[in-house]
Structure formats: structure tokens, C-alpha cells
């Protein structure tokens, strides 16, 4: 009974010393700042040199015109992403799917740049050399962007899509990690955390990210709101999209694509756009939309305004392609070559064949038809075959280029139907060139869009 | 059966040695086998450089820290520019880089425990004593009564708890010893 008036006071006192016990605190860190709405691009400027790190040349219907290192960290920024990136296939190390992230945060593939690009130009890279056992990091302040940089000499980079080999350090994984950087993430002391600044496994794992780290971005963003656009199909017919989803707003969405051949890294933006119920946008792909994800965002600047990513392929993932060959002409050693402006939509009506290298002021033709061919013709080669239609006759500019916009609303461009491929060659008289006295440009193919 | 138990065992912890994230996972035999040397002493100076690189690209940063004191393996005097990328020419320009020390850690007056090692290039042809591992090479010391203590990084770190500056240059100096013995 003595001891009993002890129980009590022991209870108390022993509760008191649990309590003012030191805890110990393992989770995510943050480095301040996010991404806003105009950071959400991301780049890879293909430099890396080890032949392991570019082999994966298998093509994924998920991640339309991407192999390689492309691959690798396209995929690991969408593991960061709101919800599953299309089917959430494409890494076979991950069967719960790409895209884990579950805040209000997604990134927009805007494919390869063409140089390592400044601190703030959201571009991934190789960089020269080792620095004692650092393998890459990345670079911010990110109110403006990031910059992230892999050695070169400090590992055999892989980029899957298996596991890395003995001996070999894993892109994805790594890049999981280093693009949580800039998302705003720091180190966490989570064990098995991608964010933990040493890891206990070998790369793979680093690539699906943990629960602290899932914690970590949605403390950054939030948790991807009720509110927030989602993407949950898209069908292409031609170069016409129907997304489906939901949250889309009534008028004034834009839709955002990967931009074809990007020198800045934004998005292509399709804007003023309307739903049907605010669950069907339907869209006609521009030119200058290239194979990537397309994202669709609701009016106003939070981070919750913009969806998950899609993958599409626009334009059956080609854009007007140049074929055949040119022949040197009197003015231009490589002779004439074909590019063209505008849009491949019939209905916008302002599609325009543009070759360049032609003699200044020469008079020329373009011709199209539905076949190709490859034989010699006066001094060049002919690249369509018969049956074929000529456009008027015109001459070319005192600077040696020809154009013609064509107009789908008079023969013969309205005969063109559209979703079945033309082919477009440029004639031109040419004189000082010797031989026949003309010449032809290389070949374009065009699929037109209703 | 139990044979290939045991070899795929022994496969896996080797395997494990290849730990990926951002820096590698050293231990401290293993730090101390990458290394170049160690040392223990004041940081004095702190610079930043900025290079543009032709090939390696533009706006190249890096942190050179002046740590003087003594060489943890030799006892001797030293003292040894540690550089890691990453770091602010001014207020405005520059960047921080994510695996490099926090800022509290690379403060001039700070008593450090630092591992490096001869780097011919850490990025746009730079050549220096490249911090080992940029934050996982530098560890700041503190004075307890019964001496000086090192702060330890945690799990995945070559000091990874903290330990008694002595220890760790006993550690240290051992592992150097079987190191040059190897050699």
C-alpha cells in the first residue's frame, strides 16, 4: 500500500521525462522559393559522353521523339508530377507509374536545347571533368529557374530503362534527386528518401519518390487541389485534339505543347480556349507543336491552374518533312532548299512553301503531288513523282528566296485533302548554271490538317 | 545453394557500394582512401570565382575556402585551398549549388575538419583541391570540455556522428597508415 502512494508521483514525473526527451527529427528540407507557372519548361542538352548514357534508343509511345538521356529525364521530372503521366508506363522499375507527386506541380517537357544555356535556363547537362565524388548537382536561385549539371568523370552514367549495371550510376535516379532541387527541395535525412543526399541503394530506387519526399512537394506547392484542371485522355484524329478531363474552364484556357525545335524553352501556348462542360477541349494541333506533353491551364496565375501532362504527338509526331536532294546551282553550292511557314491547318489558311538558295530574281514554279520520286532532271534531281499539279509561275526575291502561300479556298490548292500526304518541289530557271538551264530544290512533304 | 546464397549476398553489400543521389557514399576508410588528404584547422579566406567556359558553358561558379591548421594524417602544419562549385561573387551574382556546404558551414573564423583531393578538372578546365563529396567532405568542430569534438553528417557520411577531434585523427592516421602500405 506504501508503494502505491509512489505510483502515481512516478507516473507523472516519468511521463514528464518522456516528454522532455529530445525528438528526433528525420524529414524533408526546403530551400525557399518555387517554380511558378512561367518555370514549369524543362530541357536537355544531349553533351553527355558516355556511350551508356544515350543507348536507350527504343522509342515509348509515353514519351513521344524521345531516346536516350531525353528519356531519362523527361521521366524523372513527371515521377515529381501530380498524378500518372498518361498510363504512368514507361519505367519498368516502377510498376505503381510515373507521377507521384500529388501537389500542385507539373512539368512541361519542352525537349533537347541546343547549348548548356545560363543558371536560370532550366536546361540539364554534362559538365567536364569530377569534383572528388560529387555527381551532378543542380543550380538555383529558382524564382528564375535552375541549371543542372552531371559529371562527367564521376560516374559510367546509365539511362536504363532497366536497372543500372554494376559499376554504373543511374540518370534517372540521380535526376529524380537533382530536379527535387529545383523544385525547391533540399537534403532530407529520411533514409531511402530520393531527396537523402547519400542514398543506401543503387540508383534505381531513387527514382520513385518516397512518402517525406511526396511530403516535401506538396508542402512547396500544396496538395493538388479539387480545383485543379486534370487531363484523363486525349485522342488525335489528324492534327484535330479531343482532350478530356476535368476543371476545365468554360472560355479562356490555354493549351500548352512542346514546342518544335525550341530555342527558349516556353511552352507553345494555344490560348483563349473553350471547353464543352468544362470536361472536352477540342483543338487543331499548330505546326509548331512538336511530340511531347501537352498541359492544359485555367485561367489565373496559382499553381493549381495548370493540369497533369499528356503525352501527344501532334501531326502523327511529324512536322513537314524535308526529303530528296538538292543539287548545287550558279548561286548557292548546296543548292535550293525547301522550309515553309505558317500553319498545316487548311481551315487557318496560311501555310507557305519558302525555299532558299535560289538565283536572285530567277523565274520559278512549285509543283506537288501525292507520290515521291528520285531521278535526274536538268541539272538537278525531280523529288515527285506523277501525277502532278503546278502552282503559278513567279519569280524568286533579289535575295535568292521564293515563297507562295496557298490558298485552300481556290484550285488548285483546295484539291489537296487533307490528312493524306503532298509532296512539294520548287522548278527554277537557271541559266548560269550551265547544262539543262534548270534546276529544282529538294523535296517537302506536307500532311494537312482539316 | 547456400554457396550462391552467400555470393549473391556479397554481391548485393557490393553492389551497395555504389549508392547514387548527388554525392557519393563514403565511409570514412573509404573517404579516406579517395582522399588526397585531411585537415583540421581555421578557415582564413573565402573566394568565389566565376569562369565562362566554351565548352562547360557560362556562369561557372566556385567556393574556394583557405582552411589553415594542421594535416590530420601527418601532424604537420598546413595549409590547403578547398574549392567546391557553387557560390556568390556579389549579393546578386552567383548561384547556390545544391550539394555544396550551407552557408553557416563555410563561414570565415570557422573551425573545420576538411577532406580533399587534386582535381585537374572540376568544370571549365579548373584545376584545385576539390572538397570531397562538396558538403559530405567539410565537418565544423565545436570545443567541449573534454575537448574538441567533430560534428558528425549522419548516415551515408565519412563522420557520420559526432566524434572527439583526437579519434578521429587516431582513425584517421591508422587508416592512412594501411592506405600507404597498400600503395
Known amino acids: 500500500m506504501q508503494h502505491a502512494r509512489f505510483l502515481v508521483p512516478l507516473a507523472v514525473l516519468g511521463g514528464a521525462a518522456f516528454l522532455a526527451l529530445p525528438t528526433r527529427t528525420e524529414a524533408y528540407t526546403t530551400i525557399g522559393g518555387n517554380l511558378g507557372l512561367a518555370q514549369r519548361d524543362f530541357r536537355v542538352f544531349n553533351n553527355f559522353t558516355d556511350p551508356t548514357a544515350n543507348d536507350n534508343t527504343t522509342p515509348d509511345a509515353n514519351f513521344p521523339g524521345a531516346t536516350g538521356v531525353a528519356l531519362t529525364m523527361w521521366k524523372a521530372n513527371l515521377e515529381w508530377g501530380s498524378r500518372l503521366h498518361g498510363n504512368g508506363n514507361g519505367d519498368p522499375t516502377q510498376p505503381a507509374g510515373l507521377g507521384s507527386g500529388g501537389a500542385n506541380f507539373d512539368p512541361s517537357w519542352q525537349g533537347l536545347a541546343t547549348g548548356i544555356g545560363g543558371v536560370n535556363d532550366n536546361i540539364i547537362s554534362e559538365l567536364s571533368g569530377s569534383s572528388g565524388g560529387t555527381l551532378a548537382y543542380c543550380e538555383t536561385p529558382i524564382q528564375d529557374g ?92 489528324g492534327c484535330s485534339l479531343t482532350i478530356t478531363g476535368s476543371n476545365f474552364a468554360p472560355t479562356g484556357n490555354e493549351v500548352w505543347f512542346t514546342r518544335l525545335n525550341n530555342a527558349s524553352g516556353d511552352p507553345l501556348k494555344v490560348t483563349n480556349v473553350a471547353s464543352a462542360g468544362g470536361t472536352t477541349i477540342t483543338l487543331t494541333a499548330p505546326t509548331a507543336a512538336g511530340p511531347g506533353d501537352l498541359l492544359v491551364k485555367i485561367p489565373g496565375s496559382a499553381n493549381s491552374a495548370l493540369s497533369n501532362a499528356w503525352p501527344v504527338s501532334p501531326q502523327g509526331g511529324t512536322a513537314p518533312q524535308s526529303y530528296c536532294q538538292a543539287a548545287p546551282n550558279s548561286y548557292d553550292i548546296f543548292g535550293a532548299t525547301m522550309a515553309y511557314s505558317g500553319s498545316t491547318s487548311i481551315a487557318t489558311n496560311n501555310f507557305t512553301l519558302v525555299t532558299n538558295g535560289v538565283p536572285p530574281n530567277a523565274a520559278c514554279l512549285y509543283f506537288f503531288g501525292p507520290n515521291q520520286t528520285f531521278a535526274p532532271f536538268g541539272n538537278g534531281y525531280r523529288c515527285v513523282g506523277n501525277p502532278t499539279t503546278r502552282l503559278p509561275i513567279m519569280n524568286a526575291s533579289p535575295f535568292g528566296d521564293a515563297a507562295y502561300t496557298l490558298n485552300f479556298t481556290t484550285s488548285p490548292a483546295s484539291t489537296i485533302p487533307a490528312n493524306s500526304p503532298r509532296n512539294f518541289q520548287l522548278w527554277y530557271r537557271n541559266p548560269a548554271g550551265g547544262g539543262a538551264g534548270f534546276n529544282l530544290s529538294d523535296g517537302l512533304q506536307v500532311t494537312f490538317c482539316p | 545453394m547456400r554457396k550462391h546464397a552467400y555470393a549473391l549476398a556479397a554481391l548485393l553489400v557490393a553492389f551497395s557500394a555504389f549508392a547514387t543521389a548527388a554525392i557519393e557514399r ?63 561573387i556579389s549579393p546578386t551574382e552567383g548561384v547556390y549549388n545544391s550539394e555544396a556546404p550551407s552557408a553557416d558551414d563555410q563561414k570565415i573564423g570557422n573551425d573545420v575538419v576538411a577532406f580533399w583531393k587534386r582535381e585537374k578538372n572540376m568544370g571549365g578546365d579548373l584545376a584545385g583541391n576539390a572538397l570531397m563529396t562538396s558538403h559530405g567532405g567539410l565537418y565544423r568542430t565545436i570545443a567541449s570540455k573534454k575537448g574538441r569534438v567533430v560534428q558528425g553528417r549522419g548516415d551515408g557520411y565519412a563522420v557520420p556522428a559526432n566524434i572527439a577531434l583526437d579519434d578521429l585523427r587516431a582513425r584517421i592516421q591508422t587508416l592512412t597508415e594501411q592506405k600507404n602500405q597498400q600503395r
Not at chain 1, 156 to 181: F, I, K
Not at chain 2, 35 to 47: E, L, N, P, S, T
Not at chain 2, 58 to 65: D, G, H, N
Not at chain 2, 73 to 84: E, I, L, R
Open chain 2, 26 to 88: 563514403l565511409d570514412l576508410g573509404q573517404m579516406v582512401q579517395r582522399a588526397d588528404g585531411a585537415v583540421h584547422g581555421r578557415i582564413v579566406a573565402k573566394k568565389v570565382i566565376r569562369i565562362d567556359h566554351p565548352k562547360d558553358g557560362p556562369e561557372l561558379y566556385y567556393t574556394t575556402l583557405t582552411v589553415e591548421g594542421v594535416n590530420l594524417a601527418s601532424g604537420q602544419p598546413q595549409t590547403v585551398d578547398v574549392t567546391f562549385p557553387g557560390g556568390f
Open chain 1, 146 to 237: 535552375w541549371r543542372i549539371r552531371f559529371y562527367q568523370d564521376a560516374a559510367n552514367w546509365s539511362d536504363g530503362p532497366g536497372s543500372p549495371g554494376v559499376g554504373q550510376y543511374d540518370l534517372q535516379g540521380v535526376g529524380t534527386h537533382e530536379l527535387g532541387h529545383a523544385l525547391g527541395l533540399g537534403h532530407s535525412t529520411v533514409a531511402g528518401a530520393t531527396m537523402q543526399a547519400v542514398a543506401t541503394v543503387n540508383g534505381a530506387n531513387e527514382r520513385t519518390i518516397s512518402a517525406d519526399d511526396i511530403a516535401g512537394v506538396q508542402a512547396i506547392y500544396g496538395v493538388a487541389a479539387a480545383t485543379k484542371p486534370i487531363i484523363s485522355n486525349v485522342v488525335q484524329s
